[in-house]
């Protein structure tokens, strides 16, 4: 005969059947293996020989049988709960051939009716009930009935010793159902809360005004659906790795020890390149678990840090889902800036390029026709001299000063103040929501502080000038045009101051 446990294994290259057929193979195959021990028992005893014990070689037969029916069925579960409904047929037609033993007969019914009850219900019991009294009855009207109330005292030992045994195995495989049903419930919740994260991530990512910012909503998000976890991340410059170029922290405090050791720790992650690692193996408090991004980044290297007091399955298994959302947000948003500053920055300068200035002059020029009516000023700047500096000493000299006056510009603007390379030679600055006082203040700050100063510039051939910072301006506000024409009298204004300061030095001349 197979045991239990061979036969699982025989067949399990087959098809792998629903839990409840594997969980009632190993009481089924119990508790037919003990009805035969117990027909063997009174065949002894009654002197009745093989005409009783050949017969129950059946029962070693169903376990094997009953379990190859939900193999082979298409719906494993279904074909199960007919087996447990052909469990108390059978059983009920044998307790008619043991002349209805009444302790056996008691603890068989029984224990048909509980296995029906567990899987199925009122419904089912009652249906177990009728093919137990069905197969009890149908074998008896065929042979006759007799009633066996006692065997004898050994047999009722075995009997109600195999009964507690059967009865304690069915409690066992129910607690074990259950704590797998637990198991499979709590797991269930963690994926639910890691698919919750990944979404908030997903969602931060494209609110995020940048990558700090990202990075910190990020980790606030995780932690608040995993508060019993501390997060932070760390994003290293791939060429220089001792320089952190992004760092974030949520409900995790490193001290300066910690950063430290951390600091030569990660170095040695990035070299061995293992899936995590405890920064804290031996140390007080907490271990800290470092999962790298592993190349997913193409500036930097990042780490993804956890503060957990272990690292089970589940969380190991979460990390690398963590880590890739990360990755590809923080990639996505670096690029994402990169294109964006490509589309509003001036490639000599760095400024606002002429395309972002007038998108935003629209913008004001709509806040000034909507209520409350938002007034806003413009300053216009020229660089007097820049094409003699092209035509005589190249456009490379001429680039060179075109970015020394950008950045000393830059240095006098505030930084709600909207800097912009015009064209060529034209700066211009937009100031939302002031007047044409705040022009003014800036073009005296220029005057002041810029007119007259040199600028150390070097031409092609390598020789080394000092040219002299000369700026034409023009400012004007809507509080004195219509707002659409506000730029046009700056720029007619600077055009004067142009002619005006180039009829002076003429005069000086």
Not at 3 to 18: V, Y
Not at 236 to 247: D, F, L, M, N, S
Not at 488 to 494: G, V
Request: proline share 3%.
């Amino acid at each position: 005969m197979l045991t239990s446990t061979a036969l699982s294994h025989k067949l399990q290259g087959a098809r792998r059947p629903h839990r409840l057929a594997r969980a009632t193979l190993p009481p089924r195959a119990f508790a037919f293996l003990h009805t035969f021990g117990l027909t063997v028992w009174i065949a002894v005893v009654e002197n009745r020989g093989w005409s009783l014990i050949l017969p129950g070689l059946l029962l070693l037969l169903w376990p094997a049988v009953a379990y190859l029916h939900a193999v082979k069925a298409q719906d494993s579960k279904r074909a199960e709960f007919k087996n447990l409904l052909f469990d108390s047929l059978l059983f009920g037609l044998w307790c008619s051939v043991l002349d209805f033993y009444v302790l056996a007969t008691v603890a068989i019914a029984l224990a048909c009716v509980m296995n029906n009850m567990v899987v199925g219900g009122l419904r089912r019991v009652l249906a177990s009930i009728g093919l137990f009294a069905g197969g009890a009855l149908g074998w008896g009207a065929l042979t006759g009935f007799a009633f066996r109330p006692y065997v004898s005292t050994g047999v009722d030992i075995y009997q109600g010793a195999g009964a507690t045994v059967y009865f304690l195995a069915i409690a066992f495989v129910m607690y074990g159902q259950n704590r797998q049903i637990g198991r499979s419930m709590r797991e269930i919740k963690f994926q639910n809360r890691v698919f919750h994260a990944l979404l908030d991530l997903g969602e931060v990512a494209n609110l995020a005004s940048n990558t700090q910012t990202l990075l910190d909503d990020s980790l606030k998000h995780l932690r608040a659906n995993f508060p019993e976890y501390g997060f932070a991340v760390y994003l290293q410059e791939r060429q220089r790795p001792e320089v952190t170029r992004y760092a974030a922290v949520a409900g995790l405090h490193l001290g300066p020890e910690d950063e430290r050791r951390l600091g030569g720790l990660l170095a040695q992650l990035q070299e061995r390149q293992e899936s995590s690692i405890n920064l804290r193996a031996g140390t007080q408090g907490e271990p800290l678990y470092a999962t790298p991004m592993a190349g997913r980044l193409s500036r930097y290297e990042g780490w993804l840090i956890v503060r957990a007091s272990t690292l089970d399955g589940a969380l190991e298994r979460t990390l690398p889902l963590f880590v890739d959302q990360l990755a590809a947000a923080t990639e996505n948003k670096l690029l994402s800036l990169a294109l964006k500053q490509t589309a509003e920055r001036d490639g000599l300068t760095g400024l606002y390029n002429r395309g972002f200035f007038e998108s935003a002059l629209i913008s004001s020029v709509q806040g000034k026709s909507q209520p409350p009516g938002l007034d806003f000023a413009v300053l216009m700047m020229d660089v007097d001299g820049l094409k003699k500096v092209n035509d005589q000493y190249g456009h490379v000299a001429g680039d060179q000063l075109i970015s020394c006056v950008a950045e000393r510009l830059q240095a006098h603007c505030r930084a709600e103040d909207i800097l912009a390379r015009y064209g060529g030679d034209e700066f211009v600055v937009l100031f939302p929501s002031s007047e044409l006082a705040a022009a003014n203040r800036l073009a005296e700050r220029i005057r002041t502080h810029l007119e007259g100063q040199c600028c150390t510039i070097t031409t092609a051939s390598g020789e080394q000038l000092s040219l002299e910072l000369r700026l034409s301006l023009g400012s004007a506000s809507s509080t004195e045009t219509p707002a659409q024409e506000v730029l046009s009298l700056a720029d007619e204004r600077m055009y004067e101051d142009k002619a005006r300061r180039r009829a002076q030095r003429t005069a000086h001349s």
